[in-house]
């Protein structure tokens, strides 16, 4: 079979015009191979990378079936190892729920690569790149993969977007490398017992912009639709809630930065968060909005909050979410030409239907496009929607988007659906 699909790829490719000339190989860098059909199917990426090789597929899963046919196409014995993209780290098998989450690197192990990473970046330009910047990256990202959603890898991904642009910005290559530069201090004063300047904690988690600087609005409606907690390398966990506007469909997120170590300053003048039990429907009298894209972060200054959300509150909700994969595509691309993976980029899924396979569930819309879970990067709150999925109709998936190797996954956070009680949010973490 592989061999008649690869002599009528040949065939077809000669009756198109094509004269395969000696030495044109090196123009290759990627080829597509699609496995299977409908729900089951999935791409296979194989990407040229210096001398090497690397290969993705869209599953998602591991070990994955769909690796098998590709090779058999192109009648190769070598390994494949998969890809982890430019700005994410590769994607491992998911650890057992027996075994538990993987431990944090001690901050003296996690200093002499940062610090071999800025060296490098000094001395061969943060703007030009070389093999050695490569080398110290990669290093980096392998080490701390799994780790830190929100730390290190913000600055690092940062970094590997603007380097790999063809111009790259000085500003953003600049606020990269002293999010870098901050993150290397804090690790080496906590590392030693040593107290850190306030000042290289405001650089990690974000400075709050100041409120004259702020869209001021009296008149939002906004329910909550998810919560997201992240632990930072740096002895902050940050805390996010996201807000959905029910006339207009507008997204928000808090983001606050919760110090986890008692002897972990509390940054002067920050913005706390709103109080109140999941899932919220929030009236403001008075709320700031910082600029930028969607989620906007919100400050919620005055509100009351009511009971509910009701049925009326969730079909308003149900209208505002997107059901086309390709849509949450053009969405994620949009995000990430702006700011990079640093920033989340929540999505609100309709699908059209789940699938499941070996017990693992997909969404799928009315397109059949197939939008996968982020297992590797979440397996404990996948295999709770799985769960939810599995006992009944679900109206929306709400989650983060994801870039795992070229295929966007969605990390869950809350769904919409059916109980006993009637619709309803569960929130997954």
Same mark, same amino acid.
């Given at each position: 079979?592989?061999?008649?699909?690869?002599?009528?790829? #040949?065939?077809?490719?000669?009756?198109a015009?094509? /004269?395969?000339?000696? +030495?044109?190989d090196?123009?290759? +860098?990627?080829?597509?191979?699609? *496995?299977?059909e409908? #729900?089951?199917?999935? &791409?296979?990426?194989?990407?040229?990378?210096?001398? +090497?090789?690397?290969?993705?597929?869209?599953?998602?899963r591991?070990?994955?079936a769909?690796?098998?046919?590709?090779?058999? *196409?192109?009648?190769v014995?070598?390994p494949?190892?998969?890809?982890?993209?430019?700005?994410?780290?590769?994607? @491992?098998?998911?650890?057992? /729920?027996?075994?538990?989450?993987?431990? @944090?690197?001690?901050?003296?192990?996690?200093?002499?690569?940062?610090?071999?990473?800025?060296?490098?970046?000094?001395?061969?330009?943060?703007?030009? $790149?070389?093999?050695? /910047?490569d #080398?110290?990256?990669?290093?980096?990202?392998?080490? %701390?993969?799994?780790?830190?959603?929100? $730390? &290190?890898?913000?600055? %690092?991904?940062?970094?590997?977007?603007?380097?790999a642009?063809?111009?790259?910005?000085?500003?953003?290559?600049?606020?990269?490398?002293?999010?870098?530069?901050?993150?290397?201090?804090?690790?080496?004063?906590?590392?030693? $017992?040593?107290?850190?300047?306030?000042?290289?904690?405001?650089?990690? *988690?974000?400075?709050?912009?100041?409120?004259?600087?702020?869209?001021?609005?009296?008149?939002?409606?906004?329910?909550? *639709?998810?919560?997201?907690?992240?632990?930072?390398?740096?002895?902050?966990?940050?805390?996010?809630?996201? &807000?959905?506007?029910? !006339?207009?469909g507008?997204?928000?997120?808090?983001?606050?930065?919760?110090?986890?170590?008692?002897?972990?300053?509390?940054?002067?003048?920050?913005?706390?968060?709103?109080?109140?039990p999941?899932?919220?429907?929030?009236?403001?009298?008075? !709320?700031?909005?910082?600029?930028?894209?969607?989620?906007?972060?919100?400050?919620?200054?005055?509100?009351?909050?009511?009971?509910?959300?009701?049925d009326e509150?969730?079909?308003?909700?149900?209208?505002a979410?997107?059901?086309?994969?390709?849509?949450?595509?053009?969405?994620?691309?949009?995000?990430?030409g702006?700011?990079?993976?640093?920033?989340?980029?929540?999505?609100?899924?309709?699908?059209?239907r789940v699938?499941?396979?070996?017990g693992?569930?997909?969404?799928?819309?009315? #397109?059949?496009?197939v939008?996968?879970?982020?297992?590797?990067?979440?397996?404990?709150?996948?295999?709770?929607?799985?769960?939810?999925l +599995?006992?009944?109709?679900?109206?929306?998936?709400?989650g983060? &988007?994801?870039l795992?190797?070229?295929?966007?996954a969605?990390?869950? %956070?809350?769904?919409?659906?059916?109980?006993?009680? $009637?619709?309803r949010?569960?929130?997954?973490?």
């Amino acid at each position: 079979m592989a061999d008649r699909f690869a002599d009528g790829a #040949a065939g077809a490719l000669r009756a198109a015009g094509a /004269t395969g000339a000696a +030495g044109d190989d090196a123009a290759v +860098g990627s080829i597509v191979v699609r *496995v299977g059909e409908g #729900a089951d199917g999935a &791409l296979v990426a194989i990407e040229r990378t210096g001398d +090497g090789m690397r290969v993705s597929c869209s599953c998602g899963r591991r070990p994955c079936a769909h690796l098998g046919p590709a090779l058999d *196409v192109f009648a190769v014995a070598a390994p494949l190892r998969p890809l982890g993209g430019a700005s994410v780290p590769p994607a @491992r098998p998911a650890p057992s /729920t027996a075994s538990g989450p993987r431990s @944090r690197p001690a901050d003296a192990a996690i200093v002499p690569r940062l610090r071999a990473l800025l060296d490098v970046l000094v001395e061969d330009g943060v703007a030009v $790149g070389s093999e050695r /910047t490569d #080398a110290a990256l990669e290093d980096l990202v392998r080490f %701390l993969h799994g780790v830190d959603a929100y $730390g &290190l890898h913000r600055g %690092l991904a940062d970094l590997r977007r603007e380097m790999a642009t063809a111009r790259p910005s000085p500003d953003r290559l600049l606020r990269a490398v002293e999010t870098l530069e901050a993150a290397c201090r804090v690790l080496d004063h906590r590392s030693g $017992g040593g107290a850190v300047e306030p000042g290289a904690y405001e650089l990690l *988690v974000g400075r709050d912009v100041p409120l004259d600087e702020l869209d001021v609005r009296e008149d939002l409606t906004l329910l909550e *639709v998810a919560r997201n907690s992240a632990r930072t390398p740096f002895g902050y966990r940050r805390d996010e809630r996201f &807000l959905v506007d029910l !006339a207009g469909g507008a997204r928000f997120v808090e983001m606050v930065p919760v110090p986890i170590d008692a002897d972990l300053p509390l940054l002067p003048n920050r913005y706390v968060g709103s109080v109140g039990p999941f899932p919220r429907l929030i009236r403001t009298d008075l !709320a700031a909005i910082e600029r930028g894209p969607s989620p906007q972060r919100i400050r919620l200054m005055q509100y009351r909050v009511d009971l509910g959300p009701q049925d009326e509150d969730l079909r308003r909700l149900s209208a505002a979410a997107t059901r086309e994969v390709g849509a949450l595509y053009a969405e994620f691309a949009a995000l990430a030409g702006t700011l990079g993976v640093a920033w989340p980029c929540l999505a609100i899924f309709a699908p059209a239907r789940v699938v499941f396979r070996d017990g693992e569930a997909s969404l799928v819309d009315a #397109a059949d496009a197939v939008l996968p879970f982020a297992r590797a990067v979440a397996p404990e709150t996948c295999a709770a929607a799985d769960r939810f999925l +599995g006992r009944g109709k679900v109206e929306l998936v709400v989650g983060h &988007l994801l870039l795992l190797g070229r295929t966007l996954a969605l990390s869950p %956070l809350a769904l919409l659906c059916d109980s006993p009680r $009637g619709e309803r949010i569960f929130r997954l973490r």
